[in-house]
């Protein structure tokens, strides 16, 4: 099946016991005596099995897989069987039955050429026919033996045929036994084809029949041929009237037809009889003088008139059955009739007229895609009018979709079952080629003879018009070839082009058409049976990537998502790639010259269950292309198009075979020159396939040295254009092995020329079959190396590099969707990694924290924390390498590996650093408040001791509650006054005053800042779209400096003052630049931030406020606004810098008071000793009333516990809320650009301006705000139960530590004994990690010896405590505990990327913050006019996106006085910001940006000052998308 004709002679051995698989030769027994000897030498007998003999006869051997296989199998193994110029089985009888049966469905498939040289005004002009056999009207010779005669029959066949091949198997043949069993009573055929020259044995295409066997034996046989045929041979042994052949031969002498008889053993010269009727004896005549005899007698015959024989007439013949009047096959072939039905039509108008859908309309339809990536003029205009466009060539396409040939191919496909629907596509593709093949011969005649009239006219440097009419002549006819061009591809493509037109439209199929819908099915299941599908439309030179991703789609639905292997083929035109493809796999691409792959097809090949143990891939996926330098595609830019295919089927292809066809470094160069583009274009997009160089139709591979001579010059070709392709791209490389891993030694093959002599006759090389079977070897070794790639990966490469194409920019415009898909999963699941150790450090330093406030901890170490963390950070890391060793997708994954194994590791290093700064804060403020602690120490056992005295005073007097607290409360504020007496309370802060006294000491009028104040104008300065008013004047200090300049020329200055006048002007006419106004955003937003993170960085909650903060900052800012304007050529008035100072304290303002009111709280002694006025009161009071000591006793510890306890639930809590929150809060359980979806959701359900406005401003501010308005919905809205349900369990576990606290240290006092102090003590420490435990003075208790009770009331009050304190807890009592679950979402959410786009301000989307090497990306990209650009001095609103803008035609100016200006589409080339983003052209829908134009139109023209009209006007299609929709286009991204 490899074309390998040495097959027919392979030895196959009767697999017997009794038969020895080497032959030995016998030994005869003798006396001893040299006598007895040598007469045993002279027998010419010996005892030997003569009826066994070694192996079985090849032609039984072939017979008997003919017998054994299918209908289809037969055909393929007839059509290669003819391929390799063996004659094949004609009539076939049973070997059962012994009917007879004619293989006309199995010749269905062999086409023959052949040439023909006729003069014709004195010159010789030669006409190429190629027919199917089974069409073709040829004269028939027939051979028939009758008895049998000494010589081979068959051998004489071969001679007439080819001298050098035996085309018919004979009794000399290698392999041959004396016996066979299944060939008796065959008819074989083959053909004699003509090449044209004058060396030719014939002049025209001859069949040739061989009826094996004894024709007396053979009557049925020999009555047919004798009928059929054109000329009559007959073999005897001798010519005697007695003889039993006499009967035969008198019936033939006296038939019309010719008769020629070879008599083996007669001596008889060639005699002419009669007419028509030759005999001639065979004795003492070598072969090679019959054959040429024979020859010319054969000549003679067929020159007068004779009849023709068609392989079709043979279904007439009676008494013999004709394998295609199987059921099956004629079900087939009635539904091929009727589809196939032309009548009245020119085959060169067939696609015109049937399939209308593929044609201009479909050609239109990609010019116009094409153009939508270069596009000119007013972008989002004429991007949505081309977008219409082509959205009405779909329907015209929709509305040309319902042809009679493709309503009943459908109906076809889709009603016949698999074997029924084999047939009906073998029969259409026959009857196809059937009604081209003489159209298409002529054309390639014509186009042929006016190629060789162009070309000598080029020879002679023709420049006369006579060249460009020629020229003009051959574009018509190679136009006509492409018409008369048409095959079963070209009904799929007209499928896939019904279905995306139908698909695009959304239309529901009518009455009287097909089901659009189910097409792709169709074509899966026939692409999973074995069927080539056209991938890249080579007509259109288009992928329609619609119909590709639903035929993929459901390919994966029947299949699963298999792996693949896919694999590329390169090559000109007509070097055999697909003959070489077929040959390997038993693929079916087309190959014939008339025929040439036109595209790209893909084609499955399963991998057998036998060798699949050793692949990772299930299946093999062929890429063959049509040849690059296609003559069709001359003069009509073939050198993009050979790029753009190039880089195609390269970027598919895991391994791409490059075939070089010839010798001819000329050729050679130009292909490499653009195999090798290809590959540096993978290298600049992170692809790496692998390659093979298949070089073919070598002269002499056996030849080492010219083989080691071959690869030195292509390795030197290689280098050659790898350098040429660097400087083109723009990278670096010296040699081809910087592009690729590629060794020479091993990647090059070296192929014989696939014919053995000179075609039409000439059989297949065995050394190009060796060749195909060392490459498939050595393809498939590689490939055993390679994990593949997933079906649905292989549909995303498709989309990402085809997108890439349409640009002419590949490396800048290719975007790989499925290493963006893997990179997202990595990023999802680095989140998880981050929170997991996150969430352990939060619950280390809860504990730490704990231990600090209790006074046994002093100091924190990083060991201490590193060592805590060590389990965690292990099994995290563990995690990681087997997510990074995990086979689907670790071929991409292992470029980010290192990079997220250093930034998890840097992660636990930045987590123990700041948990440790935080608790060494801790530290030192417990540290400073040392002396408080102890005075409020000493002040809390006075007033208990007070409050204990009092009440025995009392005790038994007052039992009313009003007298008791009325008596409580005059010793109180007496004990207060004293305890307090010379101890200053801490004031609050005097906001207002402090700003206007700080403004006035940085030089600004009062009257000023009161006026600023009173506006409040300030508070929104940083949403502020215009700034204009803010502008005084042209800077007179830079005017100065520009003066100064006067020495570098008067010209050049003048120049210069022209453009600042233009430029200052421009916004006193109300068109301040759109770039200074972002100088100025930007100005605002950096001191906002410095301001705030320098505010923060101060210990206000440990040490109080000063106003020196708040001078510090102001000075700052001011400072910041005098550089800034050094930097402009105007001033910024005295009200912007005032507006500014007071924006600053505005946005401090809540964050000072707040951590103020934490510093008063725990330092302000007078808060304090107020605050205990209630627990004392209690004290007192159970002291009243008779309780006991260890009842008063336990209520104090149960006070001191209360708070620490519900602190406690409430940060464990946070932990716990914020892990369940990043689990099932969509907007927080994936990576960032998850994240900014729900934010941008949440802010079109909304509709809120101001929110999107902060969002484009400071977008990190924005989902800040968004997460914490999420935690407050979920905890009190949303998921109450589920937290109320997480508190109970914290406040479970809480109690549980307590209740063991109690129960350890009382049974240690109990057995170990010890007072009240001992008692507080152990229970202290065993609490140490979970809660505070403030001083207790237990001088006051001593006389408590029944802990027991203790504990019981301890208990009980606890419980009670506890309960009535979590359920009056409200949202702001726990923001003044440590952790809140929103700052706790915020620290892990927001610690991503938050690089703006330079053209459109969007943010960049990667979760890592530091993400280098990888550029910035976001998918999501907007109008530019969102954030304030505009045409420069106008007021009009920039429409455009970005990624429309870097596939268009226009340029721009990296800055906003830059004189450079750069093309968009190489916008990298910008350099700084610029060159770190990635852009790609993006033809999505982008409806929510354009949703969000038109609704808030109004607001950002006011906003703004500015106008969308002229340039910027808003296309009408926009405003037809709806809020829903904008919604629903965000799943997209």
Request: net charge negative; hydrophobic share 35%.
């Amino acid at each position: 099946m490899m074309l390998d004709y040495r097959a027919r002679y392979i030895t196959v051995r009767q697999d017997s016991p009794e038969v020895s698989h080497s032959k030995p030769v016998p030994e005869v027994d003798s006396a001893e005596t040299d006598d007895s000897d040598l007469d045993a030498f002279f027998s010419t007998t010996v005892d030997s099995d003569q009826s066994k003999q070694s192996h079985v006869h090849p032609m039984d051997v072939q017979m008997a897989v003919f017998h054994c296989s299918d209908s289809f199998f037969k055909q393929n193994m007839i059509t290669k069987l003819s391929q390799c110029q063996y004659a094949v089985p004609l009539l076939v009888p049973d070997p059962v039955s012994k009917h007879i049966e004619c293989s006309l469905w199995t010749f269905r498939q062999i086409t023959k050429t052949w040439k023909i040289t006729q003069t014709k005004d004195n010159s010789n002009i030669v006409t190429m026919k190629s027919i199917p056999i089974c069409k073709a009207e040829t004269p028939m010779v027939s051979f028939f033996r009758l008895g049998s005669p000494s010589q081979s029959k068959s051998q004489l066949m071969s001679t007439l045929i080819n001298n050098r091949h035996n085309t018919f198997f004979h009794r000399n043949c290698p392999g041959s036994t004396k016996s066979r069993h299944l060939m008796d009573g065959v008819a074989e055929i083959a053909w004699y084809c003509p090449a044209g020259k004058s060396s030719d044995a014939f002049t025209d295409c001859i069949a040739f029949c061989n009826l094996h066997g004894d024709a007396l034996l053979n009557e049925k046989q020999r009555d047919i041929l004798t009928e059929k045929s054109s000329v009559n041979v007959v073999l005897v042994p001798t010519l005697d009237k007695g003889d039993k052949s006499t009967a035969v031969i008198s019936a033939l002498y006296k038939a019309q037809k010719p008769l020629i008889c070879l008599i083996v053993d007669g001596n008889l010269d060639t005699v002419e009889t009669k007419k028509g009727k030759y005999r001639m004896g065979l004795k003492d005549r070598s072969q090679s003088d019959v054959s040429e005899e024979l020859k010319r007698i054969i000549r003679n015959i067929l020159s007068g008139p004779h009849a023709s024989f068609q392989f079709e007439t043979m279904a007439e013949v009676s008494g013999i059955r004709v394998d295609e009047d199987d059921h099956l096959c004629q079900k087939g072939k009635s539904a091929a009739l009727k589809t196939v039905d032309f009548k009245k039509v020119d085959v060169s108008m067939v696609k015109d007229t049937f399939l209308q859908c593929q044609g201009q309309l479909w050609h239109e339809w990609c010019k116009k895609n094409k153009k939508l990536y270069h596009l000119t003029g007013h972008l989002e205009q004429e991007k949505c009018k081309k977008q219409h466009e082509m959205m009405q060539i779909r329907e015209k396409q929709c509305k040309t979709s319902c042809s009679e040939l493709m309503k009943l191919f459908i109906e076809s496909l889709s009603s016949l079952k698999s074997t029924d629907r084999e047939y009906f596509l073998k029969w259409t593709q026959i009857l196809i080629d059937a009604l081209c093949t003489d159209d298409l011969s002529s054309i390639l005649q014509s186009y042929d003879e006016k190629w060789s009239e162009v070309l000598a006219l080029k020879k002679k440097h023709d420049k006369s018009d006579q060249l460009k009419v020629e020229q003009n002549e051959l574009e018509e006819i190679s136009t006509k070839l492409q018409s008369a061009t048409f095959g079963l591809e070209h009904m799929f493509r007209e499928m896939g082009q019904i279905y995306e037109a139908h698909k695009s439209l959304e239309k529901p199929p009518t009455s009287g058409q097909t089901d659009w819908s189910k097409y792709p099915e169709l074509a899966a299941e026939l692409m999973i049976t074995g069927h080539p599908m056209e991938l890249m439309d080579g007509d259109a030179g288009h992928v329609p990537l619609t119909w590709i991703s639903s035929l993929l789609d459901e390919v994966i639905k029947k299949l699963g998502n298999m792996r693949v292997f896919v694999l590329s083929v390169l090559g000109v035109q007509s070097s055999g790639k697909s003959t070489m493809l077929n040959a390997m796999f038993g693929l079916q691409f087309a190959v014939s010259a008339g025929r040439c792959t036109k595209g790209a097809f893909m084609q499955l090949v399963r991998v057998s269950e036998e060798i699949k143990k050793d692949f990772q891939f299930d299946y093999v996926l062929v890429v063959d292309t049509e040849g690059l330098r296609a003559l069709e595609l001359e003069g009509n830019t073939t050198l993009h198009h050979d790029n753009e295919l190039a880089t195609f089927v390269v970027g598919l292809g895991n391994m791409t075979l490059i075939n070089i066809f010839g010798e001819n470094p000329a050729d050679m160069q130009d292909v490499l020159q653009i195999v090798v583009q290809a590959f540096m274009r993978m290298k600049q997009v992170n692809l790496s396939p692998s390659c093979v160089f298949v070089h073919q139709n070598v002269t002499d591979i056996a030849a080492a040295e010219m083989n080691m001579d071959g690869k030195r010059r292509l390795q030197e070709k290689l280098d050659q254009m790898a350098q040429l392709a660097a400087k083109e791209e723009g990278c670096d490389a010296e040699c081809f092995s910087n592009v690729i891993a590629f060794d020479v030694q091993k990647d090059v093959k070296y192929f014989a020329q696939l014919w053995e002599g000179s075609p039409p006759m000439a059989p297949p090389n065995p050394g190009y079959s060796e060749s195909i079977q060392e490459l498939k070897t050595f393809i498939l070794s590689k490939a055993s190396e390679s994990e593949g790639i997933t079906l649905e990966q292989f549909k995303s490469k498709i989309h990402d590099l085809w997108n890439a194409l349409l640009n002419e920019n590949f490396v800048f415009s290719f975007k790989n969707t499925l290493e963006i898909a893997v990179y997202r999963k990595l990023e999802d699941h680095y989140g998880d990694w981050t929170w997991t150790l996150r969430s352990n450090m939060l619950t280390i330093e809860n504990q730490l924290y704990n231990r600090i406030e209790n006074g046994k901890l002093a100091n924190v170490e990083d060991t201490y924390l590193n060592e805590e963390m060590s389990k965690p950070y292990k099994e995290i890391t563990d995690t990681m390498t087997n997510y990074f060793n995990d086979k689907t997708d670790k071929e991409m994954l292992v470029q980010w590996r290192g990079r997220f194994e250093t930034r998890i590791e840097k992660f636990l290093e930045d987590q123990v650093r700041g948990v440790k700064r935080k608790l060494d804060e801790i530290i030192q403020q417990k540290d400073a408040c040392k002396k408080l602690d102890e005075k409020k120490t000493e002040f809390e056992n006075k007033l208990l001791t007070k409050s204990k005295d009092l009440a025995h005073q009392l005790k038994g007097k007052a039992t009313k509650d009003e007298e008791l607290r009325k008596q409580f409360n005059t010793v109180w504020t007496d004990l207060c006054s004293k305890l307090t007496a010379d101890i200053k309370p801490i004031e609050d802060i005097n906001y207002e005053e402090d700003q206007s006294a700080i403004l006035q000491v940085l030089g600004f009028e009062r009257a000023l800042t009161e006026k600023s104040k009173m506006s409040g104008c300030y508070k929104t300065i940083s949403k502020v779209g215009d700034y204009s008013k803010y502008v005084a004047r042209h800077n007179t200090s830079q005017q100065d400096n520009e003066k100064k300049s006067d020495r570098i020329g008067r010209e050049k200055m003048s120049n210069v003052k022209d453009k600042v006048v233009q430029y200052v002007s421009s916004w006193f006419q109300g068109r301040f630049p759109y770039e200074e106004q972002q100088q100025i955003k930007s100005l605002i937003d950096d001191v906002e931030q410095q301001s705030l993170d320098a505010i923060k960085s101060k210990p206000v909650a440990t040490r109080g406020y000063n106003p020196a903060y708040l001078q510090e900052v102001a000075k700052t800012a001011k400072e910041k606004v005098t550089e800034f304007e050094s930097t402009r050529k105007y001033a910024l008035k005295k009200e912007f810098t005032v507006d500014l100072v007071l924006f600053v304290f505005h946005r401090a303002q809540s964050w000072l008071t707040e951590s103020h009111k934490k510093f008063k709280d725990s330092n302000d002694v007078h808060v304090h000793v107020e605050s205990k006025k209630e627990p004392y009161y209690n004290i007192f009071r159970s002291f009243c009333k008779g309780s006991s000591s260890a009842v008063v006793f336990g209520e104090l510890i149960c006070e001191k516990l209360k708070s620490s306890t519900v602190e406690a639930v409430c940060n464990k809590t946070a932990i716990d809320f914020s892990g369940e929150m990043k689990c099932n809060v969509q907007a927080f359980n994936g990576n960032k650009l998850n994240l900014e979806k729900h934010v941008l959701k949440s802010l079109a359900e909304k509709q809120d301006f101001d929110g999107f406005i902060t969002y484009i401003r400071n977008p990190r501010k924005q989902v800040e705000a968004f997460i914490k308005d999420e935690v407050k919905k979920y905890i009190f809205k949303g998921q109450r139960d589920k937290v109320q349900s997480i508190l109970k369990k914290n406040v479970e576990h809480i109690k549980q530590l307590v209740s063991r606290a109690l129960f350890d240290a009382t049974e240690k006092i109990k057995t170990q004994g010890g007072d009240t102090d001992t008692w507080v003590e152990e229970f202290s420490g065993l609490l140490n990690n979970h809660l505070t435990f403030d001083t207790i003075c237990c001088q006051n208790f001593s006389d408590i010896n029944n802990f027991d009770f203790l504990k019981e009331e301890i208990e009980k009050g606890l419980n009670f405590s506890i309960v009535m304190e979590m359920s009056s807890l409200s949202l702001d009592k726990m923001k003044e505990f440590r952790n809140t679950p929103d700052q706790i979402l915020i620290d892990q959410l927001c610690d991503c990327c938050w690089v703006k786009c330079p053209f459109c301000a969007a943010v960049c989307t990667n979760t890592l913050a530091d993400h280098n090497p990888d550029k910035h990306n976001v998918p999501f990209h907007r109008p530019s006019g969102i954030q304030g650009w505009h045409t420069r001095n106008t007021d009009q609103l920039v429409i455009d996106f970005c990624t429309t803008l870097v596939a268009s035609d226009r340029n721009f100016h990296p800055h906003h006085d830059s004189e450079e200006s750069i093309p968009y589409k190489e916008y990298p080339k910008a350099g700084g910001e610029y060159a770190t983003w990635t852009i790609t052209p993006d033809e999505s829908k982008l409806l929510y940006w354009k949703w969000f134009v038109c609704q808030f139109q109004q607001q950002l023209e006011d906003h703004y000052k500015l106008k969308f009209h002229g340039r910027g006007e808003i296309p009408s299609e926009w405003r037809t998308h709806t809020k829903e929709e904008a919604i629903e286009s965000l799943g997209e991204i």
